[in-house]
T-cell receptor
Framework: EPEVTQTPSHQVTQMGQEVILRCVPISNHLYFYWYRQILGQKVEFLVSFYNNEISEKSEIFDDQFSVERPDGSNFTLKIRSTKLEDSAMYFC??????????FGSGTRLTVV | DAKTTQPNSMESNEEEPVHLPCNHSTISGTDYIHWYRQLPSQGPEYVIHGLTSNVNNRMASLAIAEDRKSSTLILHRATLRDAAVYYCILKENTGNQFYFGTGTSLTVIP
């Protein structure tokens, strides 16, 4: 069964550093998403991406964050100047035109 | 998106059916009812979705009330691998994001 692949599975970074979280969505999917889950809390929407541009973003997704689909297969989330409160699981998801998301297994980001 | 209400936790014995309820009294006519689950240390996983009619797939069944103000996810024979947090989510077909609530944490007892 096709999978959404996320790398790395765990990333440790120092506060103030930039990180790039990588995702390979399912190849024929058209819509791409990033969600995050702070430990013990709800899964929260960050951003959706369609046709090479952001289609929707939450208030969490401020100027610190950016997304890119650099080569037609990868989908990246960049977090600039990381803060302690950015520590969370970050999930990438994709879907075809129809309903039904496939989520990746996530990247655990730890900011120290 | 309309709000859903689910019990915080439920228990089931292994090999027995599980009925996970969800109330969504403010559902609109265009909202689909989605169920996802999240196993420990995993991303959410699609389970099933429906609009008005009951739905079956290899994972579960979804029973939707006639007035659509509630639904029930049915796992026909719970296994230990079904222990997860189950989320009931309403979403318009054209919308972009899911609003995850706190879900129901299902414990399966061997």
């Amino acid at each position: 069964e096709p999978e959404v692949t996320q790398t790395p599975s765990h990333q440790v970074t120092q506060m103030g550093q930039e990180v790039i979280l990588r995702c390979v969505p399912i190849s024929n999917h058209l819509y791409f998403y990033w969600y995050r889950q702070i430990l013990g809390q709800k899964v929260e929407f960050l951003v959706s991406f369609y046709n090479n541009e952001i289609s929707e973003k939450s208030e969490i997704f401020d100027d610190q964050f950016s997304v890119e689909r650099p080569d037609g297969s990868n989908f990246t989330l960049k977090i600039r100047s990381t803060k302690l409160e950015d520590s969370a699981m970050y999930f990438c998801a994709s879907r075809p035109g129809t309903i039904g998301y496939t989520f990746g297994s996530g990247t655990r980001l730890t900011v120290v | 998106d309309a709000k859903t209400t689910q019990p915080n936790s439920m228990e089931s014995n292994e090999e027995e059916p599980v009925h996970l309820p969800c109330n969504h009294s403010t559902i609109s006519g265009t909202d689909y009812i989605h169920w996802y689950r999240q196993l420990p240390s995993q991303g959410p996983e699609y389970v099933i979705h429906g609009l008005t009619s009951n739905v079956n797939n290899r994972m579960a069944s979804l029973a939707i009330a006639e007035d659509r103000k509630s639904s029930t996810l049915i796992l026909h024979r719970a296994t230990l691998r079904d222990a997860a947090v189950y989320y009931c989510i309403l979403k318009e077909n054209t919308g972009n994001q899911f609003y995850f609530g706190t879900g129901t944490s299902l414990t399966v007892i061997p």
